[in-house]
C-alpha cells in the first residue's frame, strides 16, 4: 500500500458548460450559416429581454464594446473620462483609442466601487463620459451616478464585465436606467461565456444604429435608396468600422448560457456566503460588503488581508498557496501604475485607497461547478497555509 498525494488544484474562475451548450453550437455548425446567422439577433432580443434594455448588440469581446461606445458617444481628443483605477486596463484604454484624455476617481475602500464623492472632485468642463465599472458584480450606487451625469449633460458607459446577472435597486444591470450604454463580457472566467464576446446593450435608438454600423465596418448594405440606383450588390461606407463581429456560434453558446445566469447566480452568492460564513470568523480576513440596493451576481470573491499589518509576505504567501494547488490571482494592479499612464503623469501614491485595496487582495475560487466541499476545502487549505506564511 501507498499513499498517493492527490493534488487538487483550483483558479479563480472558470466557465461552466453544459450538454445543452455543446449541443446548441454542434446545431450551428450543421447550418448554412456560421458567422453571421439566425442566432446573433437571438441572442441580442434575449439579452435585450434579460435586463430589460430596448436594444442590444453583441461583439467580438467587451473591449470592442467598450472601443465602439467611446466612438458612438463621439469622444475624441481634448475630452476628459472617468473610471476606476482598480479595473482590467481596458475599461481605461478604450479612452486612449479615440484620443480621450484618462481620469480616475478613486474607490471606495467597502465596495471596491468607484466613489461617487470622488467622481464630483475630478469634474471638468471637459468632462465627457463616465466609465463607472461594476466591481466584482456589485453595481455601483448608478442612480447617484446618473443624476451627476444628468445635470451636467454627461454620457455614461458602465463596465459590467463583472456583472451580468446582477440587480441594482430591483432592476437587472443592463437596464441602462441610468446611463446611456452597459457593456458585458463573456470571456471564460466571466459570469457567462461565449469564448470571446461582449454585448452592449441601450435605450437609444440613435446609439444603437451608430455602433450596428461601426461593429461591421461601417458599411450599408441593403438599402434600396442606394441598390434601386445602383443594383442589389451595391454597399456604401461613409465612416471606417471595425470587424468587431460575433460569430452565430458564439451566439448558440451564449443563448444557452444564459437560460442558466440566474442557476449561476444562486450558485455563486452562495459560494461567496459560505467562505464569509468559514473565514469571517478569522480576525485576519475580511471582505467586501454589499449595499442594501445590489443583488449581484458576484464575479470575485475577494479576500482582504492587512499583510502589512500582519507581517507576512503576501508574495511568499500567493506562491505558497499555488504549491497547494491554489492558483489564484489578484483583482487588480491599479491601472495608473502600468508604464503607459505612469508615462501620462500619473504616479504611485495618486488613489491611495485602490493602492490599499491592491495591497490586501487576493481573490478566491468562485464558479458555479464548485461544490460545498470543494469550497470547504479550499477555504481550510487557505487558512493553513496563512498559518505558516
Ligand atoms: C474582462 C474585463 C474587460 C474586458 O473584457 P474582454 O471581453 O476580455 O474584452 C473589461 N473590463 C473589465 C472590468 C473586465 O473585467
Given at each position: 500500500m501507498y499513499q498517493k498525494m492527490i493534488h487538487r488544484i483550483f483558479g479563480y474562475g472558470k466557465q461552466s458548460i453544459s450538454l445543452d451548450d455543446i449541443e446548441s453550437i454542434a446545431k450551428v455548425l450543421n447550418s448554412d450559416l456560421i458567422s453571421q446567422g439566425p442566432k446573433i439577433n437571438e441572442f441580442e432580443t434575449a439579452i435585450c429581454e434579460y435586463t430589460g434594455a430596448k436594444y442590444c448588440i453583441v461583439v467580438a469581446n467587451a473591449t470592442a464594446a467598450l472601443h465602439l461606445s467611446m466612438i458612438a458617444l463621439d469622444v475624441k481628443s481634448g475630452d476628459e473620462v472617468i473610471t476606476t483605477p482598480l479595473t482590467f486596463m481596458a475599461s481605461a484604454n478604450c479612452i486612449s483609442y479615440v484620443g480621450g484624455t484618462v481620469k480616475f476617481a478613486d474607490i471606495e475602500p467597502e465596495t471596491a466601487n468607484i466613489d461617487v464623492k470622488e467622481i464630483k472632485n475630478r469634474?471638468?468642463?471637459?468632462?465627457k463620459a463616465l466609465i463607472p465599472v461594476h466591481f466584482a458584480g456589485q453595481s455601483c450606487d448608478m442612480s447617484a451616478i446618473g443624476s451627476l451625469a444628468k445635470a451636467r449633460g454627461i454620457s455614461v458607459v458602465e463596465d459590467a464585465s463583472h456583472a451580468i446577472g446582477s440587480d441594482y435597486n430591483g432592476a437587472?444591470?443592463?437596464?441602462c436606467a441610468h446611463s446611456d450604454a452597459t457593456v458585458f463580457s463573456f470571456h471564460p472566467v466571466k459570469n457567462m461565456t461565449t469564448g470571446e464576446g461582449g454585448a452592449i446593450t441601450t435605450n437609444s435608438k440613435e446609439l444603437y444604429e451608430k455602433l450596428l454600423l461601426l461593429r461591421s465596418h461601417g458599411m450599408v448594405k441593403n438599402d434600396p435608396q442606394l441598390t434601386d440606383v445602383h443594383g442589389k450588390w451595391f454597399y456604401e461606407m461613409h465612416r471606417p468600422g471595425f470587424n468587431y463581429r460575433m460569430t452565430d456560434l458564439q451566439a448558440a453558446l451564449g443563448l444557452s448560457q444564459l437560460k442558466r445566469i440566474d442557476k449561476f447566480k444562486e450558485k455563486r452568492r452562495g459560494i461567496v456566503s459560505l467562505y464569509k460564513k468559514i473565514?469571517?470568523?478569522?480576525?485576519?480576513i475580511s471582505f467586501l460588503v454589499e449595499k442594501n440596493y445590489s443583488n449581484a451576481c458576484f464575479h470575485l470573491c475577494p479576500a482582504l488581508i492587512d499583510f502589512e499589518n500582519l507581517k507576512i509576505d503576501k508574495k511568499k504567501f500567493f506562491n505558497d498557496l499555488w504549491e497547494a494547488g491554489l492558483h489564484l490571482q489578484v483583482?487588480?494592479?491599479?491601472?495608473?501604475?502600468f508604464a503607459y499612464y505612469r508615462n501620462l503623469g500619473f504616479c504611485k501614491g495618486d488613489f491611495p485607497n485602490a493602492e490599499k485595496y491592491y495591497e490586501k487582495t487576493i481573490s478566491l475560487p468562485l464558479y458555479p461547478d464548485l461544490s460545498d466541499s470543494d469550497v470547504e476545502y479550499i477555504a481550510e487549505t487557505f487558512v493553513k497555509v496563512l498559518d505558516n506564511a
Open positions: 469634474l471638468t468642463t471637459k468632462t437587472k444591470v443592463g437596464s473565514l469571517a470568523e478569522d480576525s485576519r483583482h487588480y494592479i491599479p491601472v495608473h501604475w
